[in-house]
């Protein structure tokens, strides 16, 4: 199956009042996990490469890209291909060559003046290509750290002002999630979310949801949430399987051996949150 766009599935996903997952891809294998997990799930998915899985390959987008967008056509399964927390604008660039249709623009460290500005380009030069683009509005109400810091909160007249401002297809806003949980303990502030969504006018993105309980997943995407992202929960399943195989089988060289049961962990962790997300129309 070819690829679709970001923006086909999150468009769709909002006209049926629920939401697209969105999953980190670092490896091959966290690439084929997603595809497989869509499939088995019935679901779409976006894969999602980040600044920092480009960095962890070396700086060279071209492998990683071509790779994951191979395993997307060869699925059965709708499935897009997201490039995801860009501060370089040379990576920015870089995404109309490598079969990407959106880009998440990072901007979130800057002041938010330089942030609109900034970000405002970036909008100006994807839509000229026909890209989708992604914002995080960062730096909230004053408050140290970006939109997920423990204890920040997206002010919503801020929001749509940002929204406004920059022309942004879509807008990650802090209600209570953070990046890098490992444990899923985390308690969004939904009415914040409901008020969010009436207050910006594009969809809204969940930054940070590994950490988020199925049924806070669910409420978020009741009360207004359309694309949720989900990194940590994968690396997570990858490094518990390929941690119990080792140690029931120290002796190990062949890496075939531990990803195997690697990409299927990642696999049933991505069908669990599609089927969730999937059963969360508002």
């Keep these: 199956m070819s690829l679709v766009s970001t923006g086909e ?20 294998e966290h690439a084929e996990a997603i595809a497989a997990g869509a499939e088995a799930a019935g679901v ?19 492998p990683i890209a071509t790779a994951t967008a191979a395993v997307a056509r060869a699925s059965t399964a709708r499935l897009a ?12 660039h870089a995404a109309s060559a490598h079969d990407f249709t959106s880009v998440m623009f990072d901007a979130s460290k800057l002041p938010y003046g330089d942030n609109v500005k900034a970000t405002a380009e970036a909008v100006r030069w994807a839509h000229e290509r026909g890209l989708w683009l992604e914002a995080e509005i960062g730096r909230i109400g004053g408050k140290a750290g970006d939109a997920h810091t423990p204890g920040v909160r997206t002010d919503p007249a801020e929001a749509a002002s940002y929204a406004a ?84 089988h120290p002796s ?10 690697a990409r299927e962990a990642m696999t049933g962790a991505v069908a669990g949150f599609l089927r969730n997300v999937s059963r969360s129309c508002r």
């Design 81 to 92: 291909l997201h490039l995801d927390h860009v501060e370089s604008t040379a990576l920015l």
């Design 165 to 248: 401002e920059t022309g942004v297809d879509a807008l990650a806003v802090a209600v209570g999630s953070t990046h890098a949980m490992t444990e899923r303990t985390a308690t969004l502030d939904h009415t914040l979310i409901a008020t969010l969504r009436e207050a910006v006018p594009v969809p809204l993105v969940l930054h940070g949801s590994s950490g988020v309980p199925d049924g806070e997943l669910r409420r978020a995407v009741r009360a207004g949430m359309t694309k949720i992202n989900v990194g940590t929960a994968l690396n997570t399943a990858f490094t518990g399987a390929v941690r119990a195989f080792l140690e029931a």
């Design 252 to 261: 190990t060289v062949d890496p075939r051996k531990y990803l195997a049961p």
């Design 44 to 62: 779409p998915a976006v894969l999602q490469i980040s600044e920092n899985a480009v960095k962890f390959h070396g700086g060279a987008l071209a």
């Design 9 to 28: 599935l999150v468009t769709a996903a909002r006209a049926a009042r629920t939401a697209v997952v969105a999953f980190n891809v670092i490896t091959v």
